[in-house]
């Protein structure tokens, strides 16, 4: 079966980055330019792994992570994010929101997949 991937991330250039990277390896894929948009494709479309950037307008990270594991149907779903913070304070207030993982922008798109993997095993 295939794996569905909701990227959020408010970058069109990251997004068209995700979509070729994550099709070419076999993944379905589903894209939202920001927390809100996430919210709603979540609920339309029942990912099994979100990845998710930090920095966006109207619903950043934190807030889109502490949101979906607000809702019990998804409290287990991996999440991870995928941003140019490298800050450990960031990583830790995402760790505690919900984050599975966190991936540092640029990202090489063989190590995306095997964190897509690991989580999702």
Do not use: H
Request: charged content about 30%; cysteine-free; glycine content about 6%.
């Amino acid at each position: 079966m295939t794996k569905k991937i909701l990227t959020v991330d408010d970058s069109r250039t990251i997004l068209s980055v995700l979509l070729q990277t994550l099709t070419s390896a076999g993944f379905e894929t589903v894209q939202a330019e920001d927390g809100v948009y996430g919210l709603e494709a979540l609920e339309e479309s029942d990912p099994d792994v979100i990845i998710t950037d930090i920095n966006m307008p109207r619903l950043d990270g934190f807030g889109f992570i502490e949101r979906v594991r607000r809702l019990e149907k998804y409290r287990a779903i991996p999440i991870l994010v995928l941003t140019t913070e490298s800050d450990p304070q960031k990583k830790e207030r995402a760790r505690k929101a919900g984050a599975t993982g966190w991936i540092v922008k640029p990202f090489e798109p063989t190590k995306l997949i095997e964190a897509i993997g690991r989580v999702s095993a």
